[in-house]
């Protein structure tokens, strides 16, 4: 799903990305700094970078488990790609991957706005995952009651993609929409950002070679990556925490970890 897309990104935009810091310098993914772990950090939580959509002025994050429904699934998915549902449940496992964080599926049904299964599945989670048919996408919103910035967004066949109840300190009750008439490619990208953003990131498809890398067909963390995303389920950083505190805070958990480099800029003002 996701993977396949990114992949398909990276391939498409060698020129720009061999010129990156992080491409340019591989090393630094697998034996960061800490200044490449809170520079990364920065990026993914509080989307710092210059230009950067939704950018974020606190710490967010889950305090309880994410437990999943996948709602609708998309008209047509080519016979070499997982379902849809086994493509949600890989991006779930690769957050479930990270230490504080709890996310699985727990239920996925057909969209079918009459049926009784698909409001038990919505209800059963705090998290849901739903394609809109693009046909139903107008009915839906009269239904469904999603706020005006949502419904412009999901009535959009260019955009078609949006997360609600992602911009709180404290993540508790988080859905995902898109239209099932999406292409692929804008299809899984959707999945990728909307789902980081539902677990408190702002990771950008431009943005993910920092943060993923390709394993066996698969998406995965790395150690870079996973420092930095660490970082926001980490104890000591709280919901709502401020990005300068969160950065300070960050510093002197990294120094902690014995970082290479981090004793020494800890000591220079990163507590």
Same mark, same amino acid.
């Given at each position: 799903?996701?993977?396949?897309?990114?992949?398909?990104?990276?391939?498409?935009?060698?020129?720009?990305?061999?010129?990156?810091?992080?491409? @340019?310098?591989?090393?630094?993914?697998?034996?960061?700094?800490?200044?490449?772990?809170?520079?990364?950090?920065?990026?993914?939580?509080?989307?710092?970078?210059? $230009?950067?959509?939704?950018?974020?002025?606190?710490?967010?994050?889950?305090t309880t488990a994410?437990?999943? @429904?996948?709602?609708?699934?998309?008209?047509?998915?080519?016979?070499?790609?997982?379902?849809?549902?086994?493509?949600?449940?890989?991006?779930?496992?690769?957050?479930?991957?990270?230490? $504080?964080?709890?996310?699985?599926?727990?239920?996925?049904?057909?969209?079918?706005?009459?049926?009784?299964?698909?409001?038990?599945?919505?209800? &059963?989670?705090?998290?849901?995952?739903?394609?809109?048919?693009?046909?139903?996408?107008?009915?839906?919103?009269?239904?469904?009651?999603?706020?005006?910035?949502?419904?412009?967004?999901?009535?959009?066949?260019?955009?078609?993609?949006?997360?609600?109840?992602?911009?709180?300190?404290?993540?508790?009750?988080?859905?995902?929409?898109?239209?099932?008439?999406?292409?692929?490619?804008?299809? $899984?990208?959707?999945?990728?950002?909307?789902?980081? =953003?539902?677990?408190?990131?702002?990771?950008?498809?431009?943005?993910?070679?920092?943060v993923f890398r390709?394993?066996?067909?698969?998406?995965?963390?790395?150690?870079?990556?996973?420092?930095?995303?660490?970082?926001?389920?980490?104890?000591?950083?709280?919901?709502?925490?401020?990005?300068?505190?969160?950065?300070?805070? &960050? =510093? =002197?958990?990294?120094?902690?970890k014995g970082l290479?480099?981090?004793?020494?800029?800890?000591?220079?003002?990163? $507590?």
């Amino acid at each position: 799903m996701f993977w396949k897309v990114l992949v398909a990104s990276v391939a498409g935009l060698v020129a720009v990305l061999l010129a990156s810091f992080f491409l @340019a310098q591989p090393e630094r993914r697998d034996a960061p700094s800490v200044e490449d772990v809170v520079r990364l950090f920065d990026r993914i939580a509080f989307a710092s970078s210059e $230009n950067a959509k939704g950018q974020m002025p606190y710490v967010r994050r889950w305090t309880t488990a994410v437990r999943i @429904a996948v709602i609708g699934s998309p008209a047509e998915v080519a016979e070499s790609e997982p379902s849809w549902a086994d493509g949600v449940r890989r991006m779930a496992l690769l957050y479930d991957s990270l230490p $504080n964080l709890d996310v699985s599926v727990v239920a996925s049904t057909d969209f079918d706005l009459a049926s009784p299964v698909m409001t038990a599945a919505g209800e &059963a989670a705090n998290m849901r995952i739903i394609i809109v048919p693009g046909d139903e996408v107008n009915t839906f919103i009269d239904q469904g009651g999603v706020p005006p910035v949502g419904a412009a967004a999901l009535g959009s066949s260019r955009d078609g993609c949006v997360v609600l109840g992602a911009d709180t300190p404290v993540l508790a009750n988080v859905t995902l929409l898109m239209r099932g008439d999406l292409s692929p490619s804008r299809r $899984n990208i959707c999945l990728g950002e909307g789902m980081a =953003r539902a677990m408190g990131y702002v990771i950008d498809a431009k943005w993910a070679s920092e943060v993923f890398r390709e394993r066996q067909k698969t998406l995965a963390f790395h150690p870079l990556g996973r420092l930095a995303a660490a970082l926001v389920y980490d104890p000591a950083l709280t919901p709502g925490m401020e990005r300068e505190a969160a950065l300070a805070e &960050a =510093r =002197r958990l990294l120094a902690d970890k014995g970082l290479d480099g981090a004793a020494k800029e800890g000591s220079n003002g990163g $507590n």
